[in-house]
């Protein structure tokens, strides 16, 4: 029963497999066609604004699989719109988030209560637009006639003399370009051009399209003009880093839209006035797309409510000096978006509820924590905030930094909620995708501070990401992988030199090991971390740490000698140790079986039969025939595989003797 069972999931499991080879294939040829042209981008981007909200590949693979679905979903997710999927249907095979096939119907195979998107008229979308970007804290000038005194990179110029649809397209084209990994607003538009023009506009046809608007206006050029159509360049890897991004912010914005719209936020009003005309006030409609999905959007409001609120703390403050102090510039502060929690227990309790967020939302966010007794108060207080994104760069949760001299933990994450689970989500990721897309490696570090220092002074190098404050998880890998071939780059982390950095090195190795590329450490001075690469006394020791790797494993397995052999006397110690090693060997990819069982023969004198015989028997404890066992070096320094044996023989039991 127990071998009947697993063998069904075996056969599960290469299904899924096939299926998603089958889909990447798809994919692919789709993307093909984008590069020389046989696809054209605005007929992609038609496709985009449909099926957005699954993500770039999917936007590809849907259309290829039935080319007239105009709005799919799973068939609960119909159910829950009272609309049944019609027995016979074929369903659309889409790849979930967690890499897995999943199914999917378009309504057109569907029956039940219609659904009707509304269309609103070019100053209505103007008007939710302009609400969207004071809710994103930018103030958009068409030339009201009074003075603006705030920072000039938060204004947005419309010319008055544009009509509503020109307006609107305008604003979203701008707010495309803040929300990119270190954007920033066009001032006189001359730095608008090739991919960063093509971006912006496809962001803002998306989101005019959501809202029924005309995107007759926007055109786009060929990829083969911003992408390369030299043999020599990657096109393909282009177009899919550019879909990828455009597809990710015009979900964040139509995101954004979507919370404006929820009951309870949809009774302020936004100004337009015009030089020489009455100022028109008016109201904003009380829905973009009763179809999508808002269940989270008021927690999502919370938090965004509650980063600027912080951001706008931090200026003037001790954590503005204590980030000046160890090297992290006010351009760092701004790029990263840092903030700061005042000292109260209620600042941010009081903030918020003045613009209409409950407390219960507020503890469910993870901003406010609900005692035993009495009252709720603020989660984070008197602590430098570095804000935690999911893949589309929406704030889910934060980690705070306290003082040196203050109590408590040194750094506090947001607790587990609906939006943040800690073992999925990873500091810096967001961020460095664009370094991803280049040469620049992966590099596990610490902490948030650590991954800003290494992405300020190394981005050629290394793209740094920080887990919260756990051990590295196979979730967590999984999400690297979704913004970087690892099979390609591999992966480096960065550890202590310390016996707690070899700790956790073994820790580290139990997930990375499934990693196909090089799993590689850079090992820190003692007493250092990557932070101090702004710092002058620490820099160049850091720097040259980050830049000299070893193997993972040969840290691993040095560790099991070290731990199990001691100072390696007695042959007793030295066989202990060989046995240790022997079972990390075991579970070490077949070609670098070799490579370690010559180092753990060089490190304790036991003979390299004996080693690899230990590590048959890790690999296959119980003697049975057919096991296949790696051969030591024979004496021109050649390795190959032994043939296949009855049975292994465990090295014999000595004297404890001194050798």
């Known amino acids: 029963m127990i071998a009947s069972s697993r063998g069904e999931q075996f056969a599960q499991t290469e ?6 080879t089958t889909l990447k294939g798809i994919a692919d040829h789709a993307v093909a066609c984008l590069a020389d042209g046989r ?8 496709q985009a604004g449909r099926h957005g909200r699954y993500g770039f590949t999917n936007t590809l693979l849907i259309p290829a699989q039935r080319p007239s679905a105009t709005d799919v ?3 609960d997710a119909w159910q829950r719109q009272n609309r049944q999927v019609r027995r016979g249907e074929t369903g659309i095979r889409i790849i979930s988030t967690r890499g897995k096939p999943r199914t999917v119907f378009d309504i057109e195979q569907t029956d039940g209560r219609s659904i009707e998107k509304p269309e609103l008229s070019p100053a209505e979308g103007l008007r939710w637009l302009s609400r969207l970007a004071a809710d994103l804290d930018f103030y958009v000038d068409r030339g009201q006639g009074w003075s603006y005194l705030g920072p000039p990179e938060r204004r947005i110029k419309v010319h008055p003399e544009l009509d509503d649809t020109a307006a609107a397209t305008l604003l979203v084209h701008q707010l495309a370009h803040a929300l990119q990994p270190g954007g920033h607003l066009d001032t006189v538009g001359l730095d608008c051009r090739g991919v960063r023009r093509v971006m912006a506009d496809s962001v803002a046809y998306l989101v005019l399209a959501e809202l029924g608007l005309d995107v007759s206006q926007l055109f786009f050029p060929p990829p083969q003009r ?3 159509d030299d043999v020599r360049t990657d096109s393909a890897a282009a177009i899919r880093v550019v879909g990828d991004q455009i597809v990710r912010t015009g979900n964040r914005l139509k995101r954004r839209l979507r919370d404006l719209s929820k009951p309870g936020r949809s009774t302020a009003t936004v100004v337009i006035g015009r030089p020489g005309r009455p100022q028109e006030t008016a109201p904003v409609a009380e829905n973009i797309d009763q179809a999508l999905d808002v269940s989270t959007s008021h927690l999502r409001a919370a938090l965004a409510e509650a980063h600027r609120f912080y951001r706008k703390n931090l200026p003037e403050n001790w954590g503005t000096r204590y980030l000046a102090r160890r090297g992290f510039t006010p351009e760092m502060q701004e790029r990263w978006q840092i903030g700061l929690a005042p000292r109260s227990r209620h600042s941010l309790l009081q903030h918020l509820r003045e613009l209409g967020h409950s407390d219960q939302t507020l503890i469910d966010a993870g901003l406010a924590k609900q005692p035993k007794r009495g009252a709720p108060f603020d989660l984070f207080r008197d602590r430098v905030l570095f804000p935690l994104r999911d893949r589309d760069g929406e704030v889910i949760g934060f980690i705070g930094r306290r003082r040196d001299d203050a109590p408590g933990p040194k750094y506090l994450n947001t607790p587990e909620t609906v939006l943040f689970h800690k073992g999925d989500v990873l500091f810096g990721l967001h961020e460095g995708r664009p370094q991803l897309t280049g040469n620049a490696r992966p590099l596990l570090v610490e902490g948030p501070l650590d991954a800003i220092a290494v992405n300020a002074v190394m981005p050629d190098v290394y793209a740094a990401i920080a887990p919260c404050g756990t051990a590295i998880t196979a979730a967590q890998i999984e999400e690297i992988g979704r913004s970087v071939d690892l099979d390609a780059s591999g992966l480096v982390i960065a550890l202590d030199g310390d016996p707690a950095g070899r700790t956790g090195a073994i820790r580290a190795w139990r997930t990375l090991r499934r990693v196909g590329g090089a799993v590689e450490a850079a090992v820190l001075p003692k007493g250092r971390d990557p ?31 070290q731990r199990f052999g001691g100072a390696l006397e007695f042959v007793e110690s030295r066989l202990a140790a060989a046995q240790a090693a022997a079972v990390l060997i075991a579970e070490l990819p ?20 004996e080693v690899t015989s230990l590590v048959a028997s890790a690999i296959s404890p119980d003697p049975a025939p057919d096991a296949s066992l790696v051969q030591p070096p024979s004496p021109d320094g050649q390795s190959t595989w032994l043939q296949r044996t009855s049975h292994t023989t465990p090295p014999k039991r000595t004297h404890r003797r001194k050798s």
């Not at 077949?590 to 039969?609: K, L, M, N």
């Open 15 to 20: 299904e899924q497999r096939r299926q998603l």
């Open 39 to 46: 696809l054209e981008w605005k007929v992609w981007l038609k």
């Open 73 to 75: 979903r799973s068939y």
């Open 226 to 228: 911003w992408a390369g």
């Open 531 to 561: 932070a101090e690469l702004l710092s002058p006394t620490g820099h160049s020791s850091v720097r040259e740490a980050l830049l000299s790797v070893t193997p993972l494993a040969d840290l691993v397995v040095d560790e099991k000698i």
């Open 590 to 609: 077949p070609d670098q079986i070799v490579r370690q069982v010559t180092r753990v023969t060089a490190r304790t004198g036991i003979d390299a039969s």
